[in-house]
């Protein structure tokens, strides 16, 4: 199973999602795409370390989902 993450910045949930991944290494992959100019530490042991895609997908995407009335909700 796979999770994309999409963020300006912070993950607001981090610690929950951390429990929610907690062992159960192996059945899913993650990936984070936060704002290129984000740049946060994060310890060595926490789930989302290492899983950051640099990409500019998720301007395009909040782009699209940004005008749809159906999903102004999901969208920050």
């Given at each position: 199973?796979?999770?994309?993450?999409?963020e300006?910045?912070?993950?607001?949930?981090?610690?929950?999602?951390?429990?929610?991944?907690?062992?159960?290494?192996?059945?899913?992959?993650?990936?984070?795409?936060?704002?290129?100019?984000?740049?946060?530490?994060?310890?060595?042991?926490?789930?989302?370390?290492?899983?950051?895609?640099?990409?500019?997908?998720?301007?395009?995407?909040?782009?699209?989902?940004?005008?749809?009335?159906?999903?102004?909700?999901?969208?920050?």
């Amino acid at each position: 199973m796979a999770f994309m993450f999409l963020e300006k910045g912070a993950l607001p949930f981090a610690p929950l999602w951390e429990k929610f991944f907690k062992d159960h290494a192996g059945f899913y992959s993650i990936y984070l795409h936060q704002h290129p100019s984000f740049n946060e530490t994060m310890p060595q042991d926490f789930v989302f370390y290492g899983r950051k895609v640099p990409s500019q997908a998720h301007l395009m995407i909040q782009e699209k989902l940004a005008g749809e009335d159906t999903t102004q909700k999901c969208v920050r």
